[in-house]
């Protein structure tokens, strides 16, 4: 019973709804890619209109993300005690929103609401924009994360040198706590160095196969939706 109302909860949020389904399409691409020159050419071809109407959908659900990252760098702003990793993050937010506003703009563009030819200047600079601040949004979480994780991993080498992670209860349950959010921050690093190969490929198709491709935005997908799981017990 609470793990149902625990899912119905993470249904409710926007980005836990936009990853279930980008889990279909990434691995929709696969499926089109690997099977494009086989004798299941037709399941390809499904696949791959399956894949684009997923893509746009996502782009719909993507709509009002920026409100959440605007309100989280208004609260950390409004507190002057900035040290290393508040700093990073707030470039992480700054950055996060070029994407999702060029992202928009491109949607906007693709349902014709915005009028400009397909070969425009602007919109081929908006393309490269969105993706270049996917790569760089991808590379700052890493680093966040690879920052929070070595100063997590020096609290638990002070722990275990004071033998705290073995004598009194309180001390136990804390040390076990600091194990679990480390190994989820070492999952977050891992997703978003996994999810730049993808930023990268939509800046230049040449670059990765689809095929893999499909299977690092399955992959990445997958770890995202479990991180969602697990932090619902942080």
């Not at 390809?44 to 605007?70: D, Q, T």
């Not at 924009?129 to 966040?144: E, F, P, Y």
């Amino acid at each position: 019973m609470e793990s149902a109302e625990k899912y119905l909860s993470l249904l409710n949020q926007s980005d836990f709804r936009e990853q279930c389904i980008r889990l279909v399409q990434y691995f929709s691409l696969g499926i089109k890619s690997g099977l494009k020159y086989t004798n299941m050419n037709e399941i390809s071809k499904k696949a791959g209109r399956l894949n684009g109407n997923l893509h746009m959908v996502r782009k719909v659900l993507r709509f009002g993300m920026p409100i959440g990252v605007l309100i989280t760098l208004y609260r950390r702003l409004s507190n002057k005690n900035l040290d290393i990793i508040k700093l990073a993050k707030t470039l992480e937010n700054l950055v996060s929103l070029v994407y999702y506003f060029s992202d928009h703009f491109l949607f906007l563009h693709k349902i014709e609401i915005i009028h400009m030819p397909q070969e425009s200047k602007t919109v081929f600079l908006v393309y490269v924009l969105r993706n270049l601040s996917w790569v760089i949004d991808n590379g700052l979480i890493a680093l966040i994360n690879a920052i929070k994780v070595h100063k997590g991993n020096i609290q638990l080498q002070k722990m275990r040198d004071q033998n705290l992670h073995t004598q009194f209860s309180q001390s136990k349950d804390r040390y076990r706590a600091l194990v679990r959010k480390n190994e989820f921050l070492q999952w977050v690093m891992i997703k978003s160095i996994f999810d730049i190969p993808i930023a990268i490929y939509y800046l230049d198709k040449k670059k990765f196969h689809p095929t893999i491709i499909g299977i690092l935005g399955t992959v990445t997908s997958i770890i995202y939706l479990l991180q969602c799981w697990k932090r619902k017990k942080l």
